[in-house]
């Protein structure tokens, strides 16, 4: 009897997603089947393209289909379809799918290093990815992606540099280089906010990263007001971390009733090239105890490195310039990690459909 596609949905069955906990048939991940033996071609569509487990899914699906009688061989294309929590977009933003706040209460801890790595990580996964810089006190994003000079308008709407397959927007790009530091009020910061969502061509993103300034100020509240975040990413450094500024952070967030996706740990150790040997600079642990305190995930410890710094002030993210590096492999199974635990969250606002 030959093998039909019910009996190829069936050996599917046994794929499980380990983040959803339910095979990826019930989940309705298989979206195309073709029986043509001793070949079979499927597609299975995942919630994000970042997902880290994309490779032993496609593998295990093999293997399954491989198994069927008559089947020697399966071809498994993997797709991704983002998935949003808020139907529309985030709030007023019909093509924000998950915009993700990357902050902290503390200054100089690495914000933007991350918020911008963890965009271009994002985008290489063939996610369509924005980043909105939100630090009108210092924009540092421009710089750290080699971008410069006044957005094109397109009649209606400003349209955003573009880098890494990154769009970004920043107050950095409508400054001379000499132009002293602007002085905001709360007002004008709401309004550079709502401008830099509301009247940028961003088009369909699966995800906007918005780099935050230090503080709980007038921007933390401005975003949340005006944007509907599927989460924000902490970032501390092992010094930072018992400081009250980030436990503000943290404390902000939740009375606003953001999701805290987790920490990041940066300049957490030094891995020295010579020796190999890691160096606990600035002690250990502290990370982890933050997040045993808040209940929150560590999600990534990043390493001190002269070439991460050199990355951003040449416009070159260390995810670019050296992908394969610790640092840069750090800030990528972060950037899996995000959008793996939003895909899930937003998978559980909706009904699963047997
Ligand atoms: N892991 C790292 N290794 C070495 N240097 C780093 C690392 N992370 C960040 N830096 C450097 O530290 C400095 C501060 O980083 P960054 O600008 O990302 O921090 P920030 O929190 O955004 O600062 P601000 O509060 O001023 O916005 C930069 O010069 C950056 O290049
Ligand atoms: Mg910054």
Redesign the pocket.
Known sequence: MSVTKEDVLNALRVVEDPDLRRNIVELGFVKHVAVCAPLVKVTIELTTPACPVKDKLREEARRAITALPGITSAEVEMTAQVTSRFSGGAGGFPGIKNAIAVS?G?????????AVNLAVALARTGARVGLLDA?VY?P?VPMMLGLRGQPAHDGKRMVPHERYGVKTMSVGYFLASDDNPVVWRGPMIHKFLQQGLGETAWGELDYLIV?M??GTGDAQLSISQILPLAGAVI?TTPQAVSTLDVRKAISMFKQVEVEILGIVE??SYFLCPDNGKRYDIFGTGGGAMLCERFDLELLAQ?????A??RG??QGEPIVVADPDCE?ARAITRAAQRIAAKIAVRNTHALPILE
């Open positions: 902290s503390k200054g100089g801890v690495g914000k933007s290093t991350t630090d210092g540092d780099d300034p230090p970032v940066n300049m990043i390493p001190i490195n002269p991460v710094g951003g002030d640092e």
